[in-house]
């Protein structure tokens, strides 16, 4: 039996010109996970990424706190996240001003809590995006190539919060509107475990950060 690791991207730049990059803090927690990792032994098999720059940037943070290069990775455009702004188009008309606010903060994610429901019932089509079919055929094709090529092996994905709550929803089963609530709770660098066999996987753990347990890591914790 082989043990899928899942991540979450560190904290990106929400509200920016360009959300695809890593905030200072985002760095500081991949490198954290690697470091983590490293304390107790980790190493893996093979390493699989979104093709995105946040996940990038995230493999080379653990990378670095792993001790290890980070050139042996599969990128998998699958394993990228839907376009939160086309979403929330098809359940408001005009651009959102950029949140500056925590009203605004709720407002944006009510606005994409009720565009992702709608995308995944197939009510909705996103401009640029891929029906929520495709989405999910990207994430599970990863999934079927991982039982596939590393039976009984280590595996990392670096990916985002649709990808990952989308395989969990996935393995479990669960609706779409569950699908959506997971995704919106999930925090960066969290680690999501399956275990997997040639036919199935099966869900260990969502959503950790044992890595960011400790007074040492206060205000490390974060969901954008």
């Not at 082989?2 to 905030?23: E, I, K, M, N, P």
């Not at 005009?94 to 994610?109: A, I, N, Q």
């Not at 969990?168 to 569950?178: A, D, F, Q, R, Y």
């Not at 969290?190 to 040492?216: C, Q, S």
Request: hydrophobic share 35%; no cysteine; net charge negative.
């Amino acid at each position: 039996m082989g043990t899928l690791y899942l991540v979450r991207h560190g904290q990106a730049s929400f509200g920016a010109a360009d959300y695809d990059q890593l905030s200072d803090l985002g760095r500081k927690q991949a490198v954290r996970l690697g470091e983590y990792w490293r304390e107790r032994g980790m190493r893996f098999d093979a390493v699989i990424t979104g093709t995105l720059k946040r996940h990038r940037q995230t493999w080379e943070g653990i990378a670095e706190g792993l001790g290890i290069g980070h050139e042996d990775v599969l990128p998998w455009p699958g394993l990228n996240e839907y376009d939160s702004e086309a979403i929330i188009a098809t359940v408001h008309s005009g651009k959102l001003e950029k949140p500056d606010s925590p009203e605004m903060y709720r407002h944006h994610f009510r606005l994409l809590r009720d565009g992702l429901g709608a995308w995944m019932q197939g009510r909705t089509e996103p401009v640029g995006m891929p029906s929520y079919v495709d989405f999910l055929a990207g994430v599970t094709t990863a999934l079927d190539h991982v039982r596939d090529k590393h039976h009984g092996a280590k595996v990392l994905v670096v990916s985002s919060g649709g990808p990952i709550s989308t395989a969990v929803g996935h393995v479990l089963g669960t609706s779409p509107e569950t699908t959506v609530e997971l995704n919106l709770r999930i925090r960066n660098t969290a680690v999501t475990e399956f275990a997997f066999t040639p036919k199935r996987h099966m869900l260990l753990t969502y959503n950790t950060l044992p890595h960011l347990d400790g007074p040492a890591y206060e205000g490390w914790v974060t969901y954008s």
